[in-house]
C-alpha cells in the first residue's frame, strides 16, 4: 500500500509556472506507474501525465503536451509535475495517484489504486 501527498498548488496568472510535488510513502513506491489527474469544477476526472516506474515512459494529455512534465525520482519516492505557461483552463484541483497492476503509464483513471487528496491550482487570466 501506498499513500500520497500532494503539494505546491496555488494561485498564479496566466503564463506562469508551477511545480507539483506528490510524496509517497511506503518501501514499494518504485513498483508503481504513477499518474497526475485534474478535476474542474463540473467536470470529470481527467488524465494529465503518467509515467512508468522507471520514469523511462511516459504519456500526456494530447492538449497538455508540450507545456507539461511529469518525473519521479525513486529514490526520495517523488513525482512532480511541471506546468509551464499556465492556462485559465488549467485551473482544478490536481490529483497524484498510483497504479499498482501496470509497469508501463495507464491513461484510465479506474486504473488507479491510490489517491491523493489534492492540491487545487487557480490561474487568473
Known amino acids: 500500500q501506498v499513500q500520497l501527498v500532494e503539494s505546491g498548488g496555488g494561485l498564479v496568472q496566466a503564463g506562469d509556472s508551477l511545480r507539483l510535488s506528490c510524496a509517497a510513502s511506503g518501501r514499494t513506491f518504485s513498483r508503481y506507474a504513477m499518474g497526475w489527474f485534474r478535476q474542474a469544477p463540473g467536470k470529470e476526472r481527467e488524465i494529465v501525465a503518467a509515467?512508468?516506474?522507471?520514469?523511462?515512459?511516459?504519456y500526456y494529455a494530447g492538449s497538455l503536451k508540450g507545456r507539461f512534465t511529469i518525473s519521479r525520482d525513486n529514490v526520495r519516492n517523488m513525482v512532480y509535475l511541471q506546468m509551464n505557461r499556465l492556462k485559465p483552463e488549467d485551473t482544478a484541483v490536481y490529483y497524484c495517484?498510483?497504479?499498482?497492476?501496470?509497469?508501463?503509464?495507464?491513461?484510465?483513471?479506474?486504473?488507479?489504486?491510490?489517491w491523493g487528496q489534492g492540491t487545487q491550482v487557480t490561474v487568473s487570466s
Open positions: 495517484a498510483a497504479d499498482q497492476d501496470r509497469v508501463v503509464p495507464a491513461a484510465d483513471v479506474n486504473k488507479y489504486d491510490y
Open positions: 509515467i512508468s516506474v522507471s520514469g523511462g515512459s511516459t
